[in-house]
């Protein structure tokens, strides 16, 4: 797959750097050409400008902060799958600053295939993911390219429903987050499948 990625910051490189390892092809877009150059460099890939990056790739990564995500999202051609990885964080409190960043890019930009992922962990979790590590997905197209992204990490794609639920994506990463960084462990708050619907599960008969 070709890969591009609007931004050069820590969640561009440590997703780039894996999907490089899985053999994609993956242009970094900046707009600093020398912080593109330096982070392509170190994770193996070509580097360009925003627009440069927002053309090349079949799927495009918008790993910049949410509050420019529409603008920039705006580079992208119609038809390309766009990974919304942002998180419109409001670090006072861990509130959303904005809800629905995935769904007022897809306004903007209609005929572009937004997708909400990685945007539940950390980008030190990226860069090392553990395995079989589950990615939740929204979107209303381009899941399966994206899936196939989740699995390049060793991760487990969660499809997670269509475009509209990707603002409870959102809000679960500002959840997590500030459970996170007042110490808690997340992981304790969900039951096993079995746990939350006793002897009948969901889907089955
Ligand atoms: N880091 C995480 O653990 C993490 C986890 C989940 C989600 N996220 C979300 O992912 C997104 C990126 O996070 P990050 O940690 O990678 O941030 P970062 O390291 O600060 O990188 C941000 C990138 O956005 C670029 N940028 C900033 N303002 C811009 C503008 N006006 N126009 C074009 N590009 C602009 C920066 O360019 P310059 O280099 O030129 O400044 C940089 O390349 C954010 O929305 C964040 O909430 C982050």
Redesign the pocket.
Known sequence: MRIGT?????????LASQWVKAGHDVMVG???AD??VE?AKRVGATAGT?EEAAAYGDVVL????????V??AGLVPAGTTLID?????DHRDFTLAHPA?AEAISQAVPEVRVVKA?????????RNPPAGLGVPICGDSGVNQVAELVRDLGCMPVLAGGLRRAKLLEAT?ALA?GIWVSGGDVREMFPPLAAAFGDVLPGQP
Not at 62 to 69: D, H, I, K, M, Y
Not at 118 to 124: E, G, M, P, W, Y
């Open positions: 609007l931004g050069n910051g820590l969640m561009a490189e440590a900046g707009r600093s912080k593109a982070v925003l918008l790993a910049v902060p949410a509050e420019v995500a603008e920039v990885c942002t998180n419109a964080l960043t990685f945007n539940l962990a950390a980008d030190a979790v990226w990463a987050i």
